[in-house]
T-cell receptor, first 114, second 112 residues
Framework: EAGVAQSPRYKIIEKRQSVAFWCNPI?????LYWYQQILGQGPKLLIQ????????DSQLPKDRFSAERLKGVDSTLKIQPAKLEDSAVYLC????????????FGPGTRLTVT | GENVEQHPSTLSVQEGDSAVIKCTYS??????FPWYKQELGKRPQLIID?????GEKKDQRIAVTLNKTAKHFSLHITETQPEDSAVYFC???????????FGSGTQLTVLP
């Protein structure tokens, strides 16, 4: 089966600019996650969707980050305006359902904010 | 929220030796404990997981043990090989959506 797809793979922007990331989960996976992974750290959950509804976004900096999954399939994560500390790899993952099911990760988008 | 602590942060072993990585968690309701392997520049991939109704699970050279009373679980890799070199992350679920909190990672280096 095809894996989780993400684009772009790399992005360099200046601070205060905006950026958007795209994710296409594995077909049939109801749950989609966006993680932020800062160099040398474990992935940190930003937002979790179940179909097209938000299940958890408690760690999403809502003043600058937004995410949507309008049709319950693809998802976009946006940052506006970006800060230097947003430099990280943004990982998208999906699972069949929430809870005790394996999460499959995409290749990630490496964001550098200068 | 959940707090997951992982030790050690770096681990070097000789090829053929065993490696052990330990994690502690704080949420007593946690009932699922996966381990992910992340090679340099690649995505995390699940290598083994354990549910709270068992104390140990093995898959070839990899095993995970769980002590729910002490709230810790460990990854054991036997007969290590150079291709085992990677960063390993433990995780534990918490919250109403059982979202995963990841440990800070262990950089394992297997020396030939």
């Amino acid at each position: 089966e095809a894996g989780v797809a993400q684009s772009p793979r790399y992005k360099i922007i200046e601070k205060r600019q905006s950026v958007a990331f795209w994710c296409n989960p594995i077909s049939g996976h109801a749950t989609l996650y966006w993680y932020q992974q800062i160099l040398g750290q474990g992935p940190k959950l930003l937002i979790q969707f179940q179909n097209n509804g938000v299940v958890d976004d408690s760690q999403l900096p809502k003043d600058r980050f937004s995410a949507e999954r309008l049709k319950g399939v693809d998802s976009t994560l946006k940052i506006q305006p970006a800060k230097l500390e947003d430099s990280a790899v943004y990982l998208c993952a999906s699972s069949i359902t929430t809870g005790l099911s394996e999460q499959y990760f995409g290749p990630g988008t490496r964001l550098t904010v200068t | 929220g959940e707090n997951v602590e992982q030790h050690p942060s770096t681990l070097s072993v000789q090829e053929g030796d065993s490696a052990v990585i330990k994690c502690t968690y704080s949420d007593s309701a946690s009932n699922y404990f996966p381990w992910y392997k992340q090679e340099l520049g690649k995505r995390p991939q699940l290598i083994i997981d354990i549910r709270s109704n068992v104390g140990e699970k093995k898959d070839q050279r990899i095993a995970v043990t769980l002590n729910k009373t002490a709230k810790h679980f460990s990854l054991h890799i036997t007969e290590t090989q150079p291709e085992d070199s990677a960063v390993y992350f433990c995780a534990s679920p918490s919250g109403s959506a059982r979202q995963l909190t990841f440990g800070s990672g262990t950089q394992l280096t297997v020396l030939p």
